[in-house]
């Protein structure tokens, strides 16, 4: 069972443009989430997070919106560079109980194009 | 300040043989996360450790898998007598405090081929 669902496995962008990932998760007892950025062959880099008592948080170029009732968040990229091609994964967690740690989806490869 | 710190890189063994993966958390870490990913899926928690404690080990397999964090020294994930269902990229993080609003951050991975 996917709690945690990222349903783009690709999206392609313009360099400049803004970049939007989304994703969605059934857990309501998820109240902590993050986006991590991942390159082929290493490890993940934390991104940016955001705590279930806000429902924007911002960061430069990224920011995360967060929607409860509808249990969907999205990261914004903007604008997007090059760099910024890589794999983009959700995680949540829930900090009353449940596992230590977090909750994936499969991510959403994001293709920066010139 | 050295980040997440995993080897080997790469392994591979043969069905039958042990696996010993190796995680130095991050300076002042002390707690230690191993997740799991298979081809097209994303990661899978599978256990967490503090120094010398097994805290939440409730996406380990229930056989063949261990994992130790001992006092002195990296913590360690060892397969027994891996199948090929074994491949895959096994992910390190760690975090200075517990707690499940704390940021985790990931080592570069250990790349397990099972022939």
């Known amino acids: 069972d996917q709690q945690v669902k990222q349903n783009s496995p690709s999206l392609s962008v313009q360099e400049g443009r803004i970049s939007i990932l989304n994703c969605d998760y059934t857990?309501?007892?998820?109240?902590?989430f993050l986006w991590y950025k991942k390159y082929p062959a290493e490890g993940p880099t934390f991104l940016i997070s955001?705590?279930?008592?806000?429902d924007k948080n911002e960061d430069g170029r990224f920011t995360v919106f967060l929607n409860k009732s509808a249990k969907h968040l999205s990261l914004h990229i903007v604008p997007s560079q090059p760099g910024d091609s890589a794999v983009y994964f959700c995680?949540?967690?829930?900090?009353?109980?449940?596992?230590?740690?977090?909750?994936f989806g499969k991510g959403t490869h994001l293709i920066i194009q010139p | 300040n050295a980040g997440v710190m995993q080897n080997p890189r790469h392994l591979v063994r043969r069905r039958g043989q042990e696996a010993r993966l190796r995680c130095s958390p991050m300076?002042?870490?002390?707690?230690v996360y191993w997740y799991r990913q298979l081809p097209e899926e994303g990661l899978k928690f599978m256990v967490y450790?503090?120094?010398?404690?097994?805290?939440?080990e409730s996406g380990m397999p229930k056989e063949r898998f261990s994992a130790e964090f001992p006092k002195e020294g990296p913590s360690i994930l060892r397969i027994q007598q891996v199948v090929r269902g074994d491949s895959a990229a096994y992910f390190c993080?760690?975090?200075?405090?517990?707690?499940?609003?704390?940021?985790?951050?990931f080592g570069p991975g250990t790349r397990l081929l099972v022939l």
């Open positions: 993080a760690s975090s200075p405090r517990r707690g499940r609003m704390e940021t985790q951050y």
């Open positions: 857990n309501s007892m998820f109240d902590y």
């Open positions: 955001i705590s279930s008592i806000k």
């Open positions: 995680a949540a967690s829930d900090s009353g109980g449940g596992a230590d740690g977090l909750t």
């Open positions: 300076k002042g870490h002390s707690h």
């Open positions: 450790l503090q120094k010398e404690n097994i805290i939440d």
